[in-house]
């Protein structure tokens, strides 16, 4: 076995939609943009992210989220310092407690979805006909409850614009295995009866069960084969397209910015030159994962492994003896 303590993987999906939207002003909605390299990229927020996958890990990996306390206008997670499986949210995602002055950095870090393509200034109109089309036999009221008759109701619509743009995306995810499933905090005897925590130092720290830390790390990987995006009355499947990455003895997303798209044939490609650049300026040749869907491989390609197939197998190999990770050869 290879002893290992991060995990990097930079991903390619696709969507018909922008996957995120900005919060918009009057009747004109835009979508998320930064200038980036060649110009006008779509991205989301890291949010948006962490929300996503939250949602995939409780729909369909049993995650029970952790309990939370409300603060006014703050929110914050309850037992921080438990090994229980309830903590995984506040152990994998981080947490800040501001009144103790005490965090956990997340061991997930995220650079969220980027457009490969740049932005075109696509828009499209949107109208509230179906409230006003009289041929429903919708019955429609004032705000004194008064019905209104049909030859009462208004019947100019109302317009809104929206900013629409689909292409591929990438984003990259790195995993500190060894803070994953780790207790930093400690609650300690404080004034009167405030709860206040310290911080443990490293050889304090104590460690949930190897077996729900494998499993947490797991989860996430298969997450990511599954990963869906609730926007504007869609939800698209984020399915891998293109995988590279691995697990390493250091958590560095050495691949974030190596996915390229190319036309060939009337065709779009996976180019996995930057990817091979890197692999041999790094010497990752016997560790790193390069899986491309035979959608997006060129026809001499000699890929052979499914994006899907490798997270599923990445997972699968991780262990963990005496709170060191390994991943089996």
Not at 193 to 207: C, F, N, V
Request: with cysteine; glycine share 4%.
């Amino acid at each position: 076995m290879k002893k290992v303590s991060g995990i990097t993987l930079t991903i390619v999906t696709e969507s018909p939609i922008a996957l995120s939207n900005d919060q918009g002003f009057g009747n004109y909605t835009p979508i998320k943009k930064y200038f980036f390299k060649d110009g006008i990229h779509a991205m989301t927020s890291v949010a948006t992210f962490t929300y996503e996958l939250r949602k995939c890990l409780f729909e369909n990996f049993g995650w029970e989220l952790s309990d939370i306390t409300v603060k006014k206008s703050n929110l914050f997670y309850n037992d921080v310092e438990s090994t229980e499986r309830k903590n995984l949210e506040a152990d994998v995602f981080g947490f800040l407690l501001p009144d103790q002055q005490v965090s956990k950095t997340s061991p997930l870090r995220v650079i969220p979805f980027t457009s490969m393509s740049t932005y075109k200034n696509d828009t499209q109109l949107l109208t509230n006909r179906g409230f006003l089309n009289p041929d429903l036999a919708r019955r429609r009221f004032t705000e004194a409850g008064e019905e209104i008759a049909v030859e009462n109701v208004p019947s100019t619509q109302a317009l809104a614009n929206e900013e629409v743009f689909g292409d591929y995306y990438t984003y990259t995810l790195t995993i500190e295995l060894d803070r994953i499933g780790v207790v930093e905090v400690k609650k300690v005897e404080g004034k009167k009866t405030e709860i206040q925590y310290k911080y443990l130092d490293p050889e304090d720290r104590i460690y949930m069960a190897p077996e729900l830390r494998v499993q947490a790390v797991q989860d996430i990987l298969n997450a990511l084969t599954i990963l869906t995006r609730d926007i504007k009355h869609q939800r698209v499947l984020l399915k891998p397209l293109a995988v590279f990455g691995g697990a390493f003895e250091t958590a560095i997303p050495y691949f974030w910015n190596d996915a390229l798209l190319k036309e060939k044939q009337d065709k779009t490609i996976i180019d996995t030159s930057n990817v091979q650049r890197t692999i041999e300026a790094y010497d990752l040749k016997d560790e790193a994962i390069v899986a491309v869907d035979n959608s997006m491989l060129d026809e001499a390609s000699t890929i052979q492994t499914s994006p899907i197939q490798a997270l599923q197998d990445l997972a699968n190999g991780l262990v963990i003896e005496e709170n060191e990770w390994y991943l089996k050869e």
